[in-house]
């Protein structure tokens, strides 16, 4: 079935080299990181977490977000997504290779990962992510794979992985939760010491991740015979527009218990991130313009989702995901880890400005997220059109 | 009907067993919670040794240099690099104001000299210390006397300690501490053979000098400040100490006790 990648138009293969070229560039910066240390990135005592843990954060949303697809049509049987469910699944992998890339790239020392399972923690939130992460890893691969094949070869998919596509269910949750719980049970960091932080992380993935799902399925209609049909894109309409809206309510909640109760410490980030925080003679706002697009961007797709989708307009479409899709990932792929620092627990504001080769190797990252993401779902629309055909 | 029968009984069974099961585990939960928080005083062992330090601020305010002599004799013993910048900056001791160490504290009016008071600042040793309930390899650990330790050839990097300790007192190796800069000047300027240097890319902080109290010696930045008696470290599980005695005549204070942490360092402002 991989063979399927060996076949493209030059598109495909110019698209490729594209990636492939971003992934070198971000190689050779990631050498003078290793070689160097970590401080070659914009990381400092105070903001100890910058870019990389950030974007791993947002994918392991875009991750749990192919739950959107497996749950309707595993679970309520809804067979309208019988020719996309695939797409979800190989999303999953795809950003959760990123989110091993990510923190790979975070650790100052990451010759010695395996540590985590040499010496397991139980009581340390990073030992189950890493649990969680690498379980789902399994699960989609498995799942996905298996399903293709069968379909490929023309049969049903065997009974046994029934069992597996269940518990990929639950687990998808899990990956969100437990990657909010690594910032919400830190105590002296008010910001993440939410409650309703793995319920917003939820309702950010289950819109941004069936956002760019949307997004792919149209670039592939216009560029091949691969249609996912009008009925499932209306469907993840309603999806995303949902999820997004909770996730704006989940936002305003945070806004009202900060400003309402009036303690300092839980206004503090909320005035960082978007209205800048005075210190001494100093305005420290640097997020502020970003944070103010999002939520603009994020209520502008909201509204233009539904408007697509009733002038069933696909360019409209393709908009209104972007929108959303960049609305969360400044959220929670800028916002939300950088914000946590500021100010750090002794009342300091330490502004984050990330480097050149920390920018190079997040791209490279990306670009391998995409590369997986290109050949699977290469191999998943062959076999789909091979079908139809 | 044979089917029905036994699904019925596989029914009661559960439910019998969730019946006896749920409620003790409730119960244990519940027992274990209102052990763990019985009133605002620290629950902390009493029995064992459970090192605290004082830092009397007034003494360190009466006698300018001396926080600074504390911070040499911490940093020269324990190989800690000077970098020269903010960025890559290490610390395991150093100087703040009142408004910094105790944020969380406001009050209308104040003496205007407390907030120009030297305030040294290091590693609380929490008794329910945040970084060890963080660090994914027991890289970051609590030893029996009440010491955080850290080890640095298991610590991994990934910072997550930092994040969770509530006082700023990690620093982490940004770039190779045994290295120099541009100009050829050692970051370290005289190595220490009696204390390992660190590499690149692990965490470190104050280790209350566990390696100078194993061979029966107190704690460098104590015996810095012995002369003003600044500082005073001790077991404060032993009622004869004088940590024990001082503790309990004098009112002193620790940095945000509402976190639950249960610090180690006490101060007497």
């Not at chain 1, 959760?96 to 790979?104: A, D, E, G, S, Y």
Request: proline share 5%.
């Amino acid at each position: 079935m991989i063979e399927k990648a060996l076949k493209g138009s030059t598109g495909y293969w110019v698209w490729l080299l594209a990636l492939l070229s971003i992934m070198a560039i971000g190689g050779l910066a990631y050498t003078q990181q290793f070689s160097y240390g970590l401080g070659i990135t914009g990381m400092s005592r105070d903001v100890t977490w910058g870019v990389y843990i950030s974007q791993f954060t947002f994918l392991v949303g875009v991750a749990a977000g192919g739950l959107m697809l497996v749950l309707p049509y595993y679970i309520h049987n809804y067979k309208e997504f019988g020719r996309i469910v695939i797409l979800g699944e190989f999303m999953a992998i795809a950003a959760i290779v990123m989110c091993l890339m990510f923190i790979l790239a975070d650790l100052g020392q990451p010759m010695r990962a395996l540590n985590v399972m040499l010496h397991p923690t139980p009581n340390s939130m990073l030992f189950w992510d890493m649990i969680v992460l690498n379980g789902y890893l399994f699960l989609n691969i498995l799942c996905g794979w298996v399903v293709l094949q069968s379909e490929y070869k023309g049969v049903k998919y065997p009974k046994w992985v029934k069992p597996f596509i269940y518990l990929s269910i639950p687990w998808a949750i899990s990956i969100h939760t437990v990657t909010a719980f690594l910032y919400c049970g830190l105590p002296g960091r008010h910001f993440w010491l939410t409650a309703i932080l793995a319920p917003r992380f939820l309702a950010s993935a289950f819109a941004a991740g069936p956002a760019l799902l949307l997004i792919i399925a149209l670039i592939l209609k216009r560029n091949t015979k691969f249609d996912i049909g009008q009925t499932a894109k209306d469907k993840l309409v309603t999806i995303i527009g949902y999820a997004a809206m909770l996730n704006f309510f989940f936002l305003a909640c945070e806004f009202f218990v900060a400003y309402y109760s009036n303690i300092p410490g839980h206004k503090h980030t909320l005035d960082y991130l978007f209205w800048g925080l005075g210190h001494g003679e100093q305005m420290y706002n640097n997020l502020v313009p970003y944070m103010r697009a999002s939520v603009v961007m994020g209520l502008a797709g909201i509204a233009l989702i539904f408007v697509a989708r009733s002038k069933q307009s696909d360019g409209l479409l393709a908009l209104s995901c972007a929108l959303i899709f960049i609305a969360f990932w400044i959220d929670k792929g800028l916002g939300l880890v950088l914000g946590g620092f500021v100010p750090s627990p002794m009342e300091y504001v330490t502004e984050y400005v990330p480097s050149f080769q920390e920018l190079a190797i997040t791209a490279a990252i990306w670009a391998t997220g995409f590369l997986v993401l290109t050949i699977l779902y290469k191999v998943a629309i062959s076999v789909k059109l091979e079908k139809d055909a | 009907m044979d089917s029905n029968r036994r699904d019925f009984l596989k029914l009661a069974g559960l439910t019998a067993v969730a019946g006896v099961a749920i409620p003790s585990a409730f119960g244990s939960l519940l027992k274990g919670e209102a052990m763990a928080s019985g009133g605002p005083e620290p629950v902390a062992k009493t029995t064992g040794k459970r090192y605290g330090m004082v830092i009397d601020v007034k003494k360190f305010a009466e006698n300018p240099g001396l926080a600074e002599k504390c911070i040499n004799a911490c940093h020269t013993n324990h190989n800690v690099p000077d970098f020269g910048n903010k960025k890559d900056e290490i610390k395991w001791i150093w100087v703040d104001s009142y408004e910094h160490v105790f944020p969380a504290d406001s009050q209308y009016k104040r003496p205007d000299n407390l907030y120009k008071l030297p305030i040294l600042t290091l590693c609380n040793h929490c008794d329910n210390p945040p970084c060890v309930r963080a660090c994914p390899t027991k890289a970051t650990f609590r030893k029996k006397d009440g010491i955080v330790g850290m080890d640095y050839h298991r610590c991994i990097g990934c910072r997550f300690c930092m994040a969770a300790c509530p006082y700023g007192a990690r620093s982490f190796n940004w770039r190779d501490p045994r290295g120099k800069d541009a100009n050829g000047r050692p970051f370290i300027k005289a190595e220490n053979p009696q204390y390992p240097t660190r590499m690149r890319g692990v965490v470190e902080k104050c280790n209350f000098c566990t390696e100078r109290l194993a061979i029966g010696k107190i704690p460098a930045c104590v015996e810095a400040a012995a002369e003003a008696k600044g500082l005073i470290f001790g077991d404060m599980n032993d009622p004869n100490a004088e940590i024990s005695q001082v503790l309990k005549t004098t009112y002193t204070i620790q940095r945000n006790p509402a976190l639950g942490t249960h610090p180690s360092l006490f101060y007497i402002i």
